[in-house]
């Protein structure tokens, strides 16, 4: 047989052999292996947008390391709450606090990683470390009260505490963490105090 017709039969040989490769893979339309094929120089490649191979931006509504995914495990907290699924919402809320403490970690490392290099970055990152640090503790205050309806104050309490050395007495959180501390008896002093014991000032 000549060089030249010996090289068509073998590559007739091979397209039969590709064809019959696709045909014996069961449970996959040909449709579908006909995409995966490889394409010409330069051609994209199709996407399946439900491969989870495929990487995805963080940021993403779908995704547990957002604030979207912390602000999703807390709904899914109140949920039990209110079916009084009391176990459900303390691993909801453990969840939850985890997240944000990370984002907020994450993000305030990057703040102090361009802090002096560029500050329009660094600030962005500050902010989104507070704003994470402020669902953590208000997941923590959460996650407190569910405990007290436990009657499970050893376990408040600490979360408490931790609400209080954040926020400060003086905002409103860790005024209402430190009004918890004080109807379990952990505390035995109010605060704010009433008006009439505050000292005057002099005039």
Known sequence: MEPFAMTR??????????????????????????????????????????????????????????????????????????????????KKLQEARQVFNQLSNFHQDLAGSFSGIDNRIADSQRKRALEAAQLRDDATYQLALVHRAQNQPELAVPLLVQIIRSQQPTRDLGQKAYQQLFELGFVDSPYPRPRAEQPSTAQ
């Open 9 to 90: 039969v073998l590559s007739m040989a091979g397209w039969l052999a590709a064809a019959v490769l696709v045909t014996s893979i069961p449970g996959q339309p040909l449709s579908t292996m006909a995409q995966e094929l490889p394409t010409g120089p330069g051609q994209a490649q199709p996407i399946d947008p439900n491969d989870p191979n495929v990487l995805r931006p963080v940021g993403q509504d779908d995704n547990l390391l957002s604030m979207s995914g912390g602000k999703r495990l807390i709904n899914e907290a109140q949920r039990a709450v209110s079916a009084q699924n009391y176990s459900l919402a303390v």
